[in-house]
């Protein structure tokens, strides 16, 4: 069973940059999908990005394009999530899920996509 546990969570002010990681336990990152959600207060969760397995595929929210970025490291078994020019509706809880294979991009924003979840990081955006 895949085991996965976020960190890097914090607060910043608007226009900071944080970068969040997971690590994976129990299964080889390379052959897993991996995406990060986040949930704010009163709102559903919400897809910001995901990273097929074995593949160049992608996905970012359109509320995140062009400031956050996924990165796999396959050595360390882990995901990061570089997040750029946060803005105060980007503040939540950040989780990390993933699930066996690849996953077509627009399947990516979907909580049933995934199967493991890790416990979420707090991302706070505030002056």
């Known amino acids: 069973q895949v085991q996965l546990v976020e960190s890097g969570g914090g607060l910043v002010n608007p226009g900071e940059s944080l970068t969040l990681s997971c690590a994976a336990s129990?299964?080889?990152?390379?052959?897993?999908?991996v995406a990060w959600f986040r949930e704010a207060p009163g709102k559903a969760r919400e897809g910001v990005s995901c990273?097929?397995?074995?593949?160049?595929?992608?996905y970012y929210a359109d509320s995140v394009k062009g400031r956050f970025a996924i990165y796999r490291d396959d050595f360390s078994n882990s995901v990061s999530l570089r997040m750029d020019s946060l803005e105060p509706d980007d503040a939540g809880i950040y989780y990390c899920?993933?699930?066996?294979?690849?996953?077509?991009?627009?399947?990516?924003?979907?909580?049933?996509?995934?199967?493991?979840w890790g416990q979420g990081t707090q991302v706070a955006v505030s002056s």
């Open positions: 990273s097929s397995a074995s593949s160049e595929d992608t």
């Open positions: 899920a993933a699930r066996p294979g690849s996953l077509p991009p627009g399947m990516c924003p979907l909580t049933e996509s995934f199967r493991s």
């Open positions: 129990g299964f080889t990152l390379k052959y897993l999908t």
